[in-house]
């Protein structure tokens, strides 16, 4: 595995819908999946998961293909973690259904001697305790990114001020950072959970973009705006898998922030819109349909487009 | 009066409002005052309004002061327009809760010889019959901006399209561009607005900024953060008023679009940016409180501030 691989730990799932373009039944998703679908468009990815004995086979070899390491996604009996939600016209905030966490619920993720050595670490929304877990394992990561979600802000807060005490980067909507800090303005609200730890913060708003914190510099990022929108849902993990794959694919490790701050929010700053871009393929499909047929002339095309729409 | 100088017809009022920061009563409000304080910044303005007799008068020598050609204010017998209206958690969508149009229904520009020669019009979200009233006096006015609300949208949607014919630039709101075109997607909204008239269309988002569509070419400009937001009244009217204010500092004509198309979409760029910047003030304080206070030092930190937040 090449230095500037990326592991992520997070969710592979079933997901069940339904948009105001159409429904989805028991499609592809979780947060590890889309992440490291995004990511492997510049950078090796490992995944650690765990899915049931009805997760299909051949959507782990097509992982694999991709140069998604999925060694680590362990299959034991049992049914694969499902979700079911839906999103009315505001299309900016799922609501759920149902969250069957069948055999996520005794997930407990141990990290092989070679994943122990990953140099990018990306803790997806995941109970926080287990997102220590696996810091804990990984021996001397140069980043670490996570995300959470309203479930643990409410519901394990004391354990994800731990989590937030140890990552460098952390990635979380916007209606989850007023929740997160008890604020009700962006920038006082980041205020406060940079004080928790991350001196990085990125804030996703949706089809508004996404705002980057990195100390006290801002950078408001922009969706690409696209005429179609099916499926928000994974649209935050594959903005991360993007924003992780490029600061893997440049080697940016949390030293260059004392080294050369420029630098460092510089290639932050791109690493966003990296993430904007592909969020916006994927969007516009139900699970991961479009990503899975994006290729590289696609990607550089509409960065390039959205680099114009910001240009003055 | 100088060749750059801009008309601007529009309401002249009383506000009674009510946020999630405090109340104010019967302030200083109207599209026509926001929007000629803001534009003062950068050019003259003659404003086309009128008011009742219980209009304070040191208010219109305050505009004056300003550069502001108040001459086209009408006084009559009677109560100045007023509106009530309040804004809930979501600070982007006012609720209007009463609306007195007192002496502004009975409203009828007629313009001096001295504005018939003005070189920049801007038509406030007024009676669209009254829009193209103005608009039949200006004699060879160089650009045509104009703004609209759901009110005209819905209850003159036939007279609306017949101002559009004939006007450059249409500013609206998010919604409002749905609700005029029928579609759900931005993209394909304001395909079909242009298809009406105005080649360019600025969509304002409140707190997540504006889109501006020069033709086919799409700047997505975001809000500037602030950490105080008191009461967006006026947000919309003054980011026109410093747009149109850019635009007739720098002698921007239509004509340019099609001997310079670039230049005319980096300039129509950066006027809306001064729009953004003007807008982020007026929303610190109630009423024209913060416009009335700013200076030009505090307008070019904050428009240098806001470049270093969309910089790559």
Redesign the interface.
Known sequence: MKSHSILAVGSLAFDSIET?AGKAQSVLGGSANYFSVAASFYSPVQIVGIVGDDFPRPHLELLEKRKIDTSGVKTVPGKTFHWVGSYD?NLNEAKTLSTFLNVFEHFDPMLSEDQRKATYLFLGNIDPELQQKVMNQVKDPELIACDSMNFWITGKPEELKKTLKRVDILSINEGEAYLLSGQ?????AVDKIQAMGPSVVIVK?GE??A?LFTGK????A?AF?????VDPTGAGDSFAGAFMGYLAEAQVRRSLAKQDPKKWD?VL??AV?AGCVMASFTVEDFSMHRLLKLNHKELVARQNAL??????
Chains 1, 2 share one sequence.
């Open positions: 105001p016209k009700k303005n962006i920038i006082k708003r508004y973009g705002i510099n801002i950078f408001l922009p705006p696209v005429e179609t929108v510089d700053r791109r819109l680099m114009k729409m910001i240009e003055v």
